[in-house]
């Protein structure tokens, strides 16, 4: 069994490394595409970002990913001074430049913009955004089911970091991922404030109990678009679907678990905490979802 994996695993393609990288209006090589160490998100960590997933000449899901993205902005008071259209025409810019036509993964990053002076303050970000668009040919080659450590680091409460931000801080979530590492596995499987299972580190989970599907609330998880998705196949397909409380005994007890992300789509799940999950494979609730999930993807594409 390979010692690691990441829900981001991918196979290597060489071309990665003759990319133009879209940079607040201009395209420019990947050895040339650099930010001020003034830059907000450099310093602070002071931005947010998006992932967006190439299928067959289609942007999957662009408009609610356009929509997270510019309701993020307006939660963290920054002017992305360009319009939806204009951030989208960015995006086929550097599509096109690349000569990507699919199986291509996007990071578009906005932060609030290089400072004057090295402080916190938001008002000494003066000079306009910062905006960034890397694009990679990217094709997921994950080689086993995931496995999971439950973590002390927890997804928190809005009043301090909203989880549903899909911000630059990413430290609770990094320190969460080595905290899982240091256990022996992939990634880390983390509770909310009332110590029920909350998300991983990186993505959205799901676990199937007796043919049901649960996840969490969403109360403290990133509001994500491929969650969604799944919650609404499941609505339109028969399959019962759950967004409720519950626990790591719950968890352990699952026939099956999978994760979700712009990237992976459905990531089977292994094994958590050491206890291997139903047969330690892909299960076949979560392969009927796949295939779902791939059908409503070639719809999305047509």
């Not at 990507?100 to 400072?115: E, I, N, P, S, Y």
């Not at 040919?137 to 931000?165: N, Y």
């Amino acid at each position: 069994m390979q010692d690691h994996v990441t829900t981001h695993q991918a196979q290597e393609d060489a071309r990665n490394e003759e990319i133009l990288i879209w940079l607040n209006g201009r395209l420019v090589p990947k050895a040339q595409a650099m930010v001020s160490v003034y830059d907000s998100g450099f310093m602070l960590g002071d931005g947010v970002w998006e992932g967006l997933r190439l299928y067959n000449g289609t942007w999957a899901f662009l408009d609610e990913h356009m929509d997270r993205l510019f309701e993020a902005a307006k939660a963290i008071d920054l002017d992305i001074d360009m319009t939806r259209d204009e951030v989208i025409s960015a995006l086929l810019e550097t599509q096109t430049a690349n000569d990507m036509h699919t199986d291509a993964h996007a990071r578009l990053m906005v932060t609030r913009g290089v400072k004057t002076r090295p402080f916190q303050h938001p008002s000494l970000s003066r000079q306009g955004p910062t905006v960034a668009i890397i694009m990679e040919h990217s094709r997921p080659s994950i080689p086993r089911p995931i496995r999971l450590a439950t973590v002390p680091h927890i997804r928190g409460l809005p009043m301090t970091q909203d989880p549903k931000l899909n911000s630059h801080s990413k430290l609770n979530c990094i320190l969460a991922c080595i905290a899982a590492e240091k256990a022996g596995a992939d990634e880390a499987l983390m509770l909310d404030v009332h110590g029920f299972v909350n998300t991983t580190n990186a993505c959205n989970f799901f676990i199937v109990r007796k043919g049901a599907v649960w996840t969490s609330t969403g109360d403290y998880c990133m509001n994500g678009i491929t969650r969604q998705k799944v919650i609404d196949l499941c609505r339109a397909n028969g399959i019962p679907v759950y967004e409720r409380n519950f626990s790591l005994v719950d968890t352990y007890g699952a026939n099956e678990a999978f994760l979700t992300g712009t990237f992976g789509a459905q990531t089977p799940v292994g094994e958590i905490d050491g206890r291997q999950i139903g047969t330690g494979e892909m299960g076949p609730v979560t392969h009927r979802l796949r295939a779902l999930y791939k059908a409503l993807i070639d719809k999305e594409a047509a």
